[in-house]
């Protein structure tokens, strides 16, 4: 009984190792390892070199198109498996891993007022952007000298994980600041351009174009060749800049008059030219991205004092001699208003006397009107010969007749306010060809 058992078991064994044998070389069983992407099964590979060798494809490809340091930003894993049959297909898993995976850098953010603005590829290229911002708006000129620079925000700079895709260029970075968008569209002036017409050609108002260009604010002239912002700036960061500025100015000449009576009372002349002074002056000039906001005087040098304008101006009123064949027609009274007066519309000149003074013929000749009329009311015109003649207008009485003689300070009327008049005078004309001509030019002051 033992031993047909003992057989039995020796058969058993016998069987299950021809079993095994034959499974074994019909399925060769084997480790292959399976990958997962954020727990997604995309295919298994063959070994775990083989699935680094994948990893590593795609992030050197990856970081040679954009030249940084690139990590998956999802998990990727394997895990080994046992399979009886194994089945392993690289080519699909790498396929797989490519359509789903994304990367993400250690950037180097500027974050101003506790907001991250943007993001450069290393921390000496996010300082490299602050210090441009922070110089932009200084003054390149001879006559500015800086005094400082520095961005009033609240602004560091630190590291974070971002896309690749986040990571701007210096430049890019700058542009991006100052103007508060990626490019910035510019107009270049072509000849006989002007502010008006470029502003007419870009669709912008003229103000706008000077908010945009700061250097519009004093001069509207346009250079062929200016590059012109188009683009209303808004930058992301708030620049102050503090410099001393050298000025030359001029010292504005004061005007000082002397009198004389050997003018007439409308006549003035320059005795002494006018020159301006010059200073030159030291100013503390405040800006606020590129704005000035205040200024204020450090030190004043004056380089030449100005010089004194003198003007000499007339004084008299009542000729002292006759200088050439006339006389004057009154013996007192005063010059109310001159020759050329009224915008030069004034024929004649005024003289003020009271009703009733009489008027003398400035030189003999033959009374060719005595009359009234509308603007001159009662007048006498008298006729000296050789293209001369004299008018005498406003008369309160006319004592000559039309074709008489009259010799040189005869009385021919009285003084009064008669005609288109204000107050008693005599308006006293000189003709020569019947254009009439400045009387005072026949007198001294």
């Given at each position: 009984?033992?031993?047909?058992?003992?057989?039995?078991?020796?058969a058993?064994?016998?069987?299950m190792?021809?079993?095994?044998?034959?499974?074994?070389?019909?399925?060769?069983?084997?480790?292959?390892?399976?990958?997962?992407?954020?727990?997604?099964?995309?295919?298994?590979?063959?070994?775990?070199?083989?699935?680094?060798?994948?990893?590593?494809?795609?992030?050197?490809?990856?970081?040679?198109?954009?030249?940084?340091?690139?990590?998956?930003?999802?998990?990727?894993?394997?895990q080994?498996?046992?399979?009886l049959?194994?089945?392993?297909?690289?080519?699909?898993?790498?396929?797989?891993?490519?359509?789903?995976?994304?990367?993400?850098?250690?950037?180097?953010?500027?974050?101003?007022?506790?907001?991250?603005l943007?993001?450069?590829?290393?921390?000496?290229?996010?300082?490299?952007?602050?210090?441009?911002?922070?110089?932009?708006?200084?003054?390149?000129?001879?006559?500015?000298?800086?005094?400082?620079?520095e961005?009033?925000?609240?602004?560091?700079i630190?590291?974070?994980?971002?896309v690749?895709?986040?990571i701007?260029?210096?430049?890019?970075?700058?542009?991006?600041?100052?103007?508060?968008?990626?490019?910035?569209?510019?107009?270049?002036?072509?000849k006989?351009?002007?502010?008006?017409?470029?502003?007419?050609?870009?669709?912008?108002?003229?103000?706008?174009?000077?908010?945009?260009?700061?250097?519009?604010?004093?001069?509207?002239?346009?250079?062929?060749?200016?590059?012109?912002?188009?683009?209303?700036?808004?930058?992301?960061?708030?620049?102050?800049t503090?410099?001393?500025?050298?000025?030359?100015?001029?010292?504005?000449?004061?005007?000082?008059y002397?009198?004389?009576?050997?003018?007439?009372?409308?006549?003035?002349?320059?005795?002494?030219?006018?020159?301006?002074?010059?200073?030159?002056?030291?100013?503390?000039?405040?800006?606020?991205?590129?704005?000035?906001?205040?200024?204020?005087?450090?030190?004043?040098?004056?380089?030449?004092?100005?010089?004194?304008?003198?003007?000499?101006?007339?004084?008299?009123?009542?000729?002292?001699?006759?200088?050439?064949?006339?006389?004057?027609?009154?013996?007192?009274?005063?010059?109310?208003?001159?020759?050329g007066?009224?915008?030069?519309?004034?024929?004649?000149?005024?003289?003020?006397?009271?009703?009733?003074?009489?008027?003398?013929?400035?030189?003999?000749?033959?009374?060719?009107?005595?009359?009234?009329?509308?603007?001159?009311?009662?007048?006498?015109?008298?006729?000296?010969?050789?293209?001369?003649?004299?008018?005498?207008?406003?008369?309160?009485?006319?004592?000559?007749?039309?074709?008489q003689?009259?010799?040189?300070?005869?009385?021919?009327?009285?003084?009064?306010?008669?005609?288109?008049?204000?107050?008693?005078?005599?308006?006293?004309?000189?003709?020569?060809?019947?254009?009439?001509?400045?009387?005072?030019?026949?007198?001294?002051?």
């Amino acid at each position: 009984m033992k031993k047909r058992i003992l057989l039995g078991c020796l058969a058993l064994l016998i069987l299950m190792v021809a079993t095994g044998s034959a499974a074994y070389a019909i399925y060769r069983p084997g480790f292959v390892y399976r990958v997962y992407i954020d727990g997604e099964d995309v295919g298994t590979v063959a070994s775990i070199q083989g699935y680094t060798n994948i990893l590593e494809d795609l992030l050197n490809k990856e970081e040679a198109q954009v030249g940084l340091n690139l990590k998956f930003a999802q998990e990727i894993s394997a895990q080994r498996e046992l399979q009886l049959k194994p089945r392993a297909d690289e080519a699909h898993v790498k396929t797989a891993l490519a359509a789903r995976v994304s990367y993400s850098t250690m950037g180097w953010a500027i974050v101003v007022n506790d907001e991250s603005l943007l993001w450069t590829a290393t921390q000496e290229q996010a300082q490299e952007v602050l210090t441009q911002v922070a110089n932009f708006f200084v003054h390149d000129s001879a006559k500015c000298t800086l005094v400082s620079t520095e961005i009033v925000d609240s602004v560091e700079i630190c590291p974070q994980e971002v896309v690749p895709e986040d990571i701007r260029a210096v430049d890019a970075a700058v542009d991006y600041i100052l103007q508060g968008r990626e490019k910035t569209e510019t107009y270049v002036v072509a000849k006989g351009d002007s502010l008006w017409s470029v502003s007419r050609s870009v669709n912008m108002s003229q103000t706008d174009l000077k908010k945009a260009n700061p250097s519009l604010a004093k001069s509207n002239v346009l250079k062929t060749g200016q590059v012109l912002n188009l683009v209303v700036a808004e930058p992301k960061l708030n620049v102050r800049t503090v410099e001393q500025v050298k000025s030359y100015e001029a010292i504005s000449y004061s005007t000082a008059y002397r009198y004389t009576g050997k003018r007439w009372f409308y006549q003035s002349s320059t005795v002494t030219k006018g020159v301006s002074g010059k200073k030159a002056v030291i100013y503390k000039v405040e800006y606020a991205n590129g704005v000035e906001t205040g200024r204020k005087i450090v030190n004043t040098e004056v380089e030449t004092q100005p010089v004194t304008k003198i003007i000499e101006k007339g004084t008299s009123r009542w000729p002292s001699a006759a200088a050439g064949k006339f006389r004057w027609p009154l013996n007192t009274g005063y010059i109310t208003d001159y020759f050329g007066s009224r915008r030069g519309t004034h024929g004649g000149v005024d003289i003020g006397a009271p009703t009733g003074t009489p008027i003398y013929a400035a030189a003999a000749g033959t009374v060719i009107i005595s009359q009234w009329g509308p603007s001159y009311g009662n007048y006498v015109k008298i006729d000296h010969g050789n293209g001369y003649a004299t008018l005498y207008a406003h008369a309160s009485a006319r004592l000559v007749k039309p074709g008489q003689w009259v010799s040189k300070g005869q009385v021919i009327a009285k003084a009064g306010s008669t005609g288109n008049s204000t107050g008693p005078h005599l308006h006293f004309e000189v003709q020569r060809n019947g254009t009439r001509i400045n009387a005072l030019q026949f007198f001294k002051p």
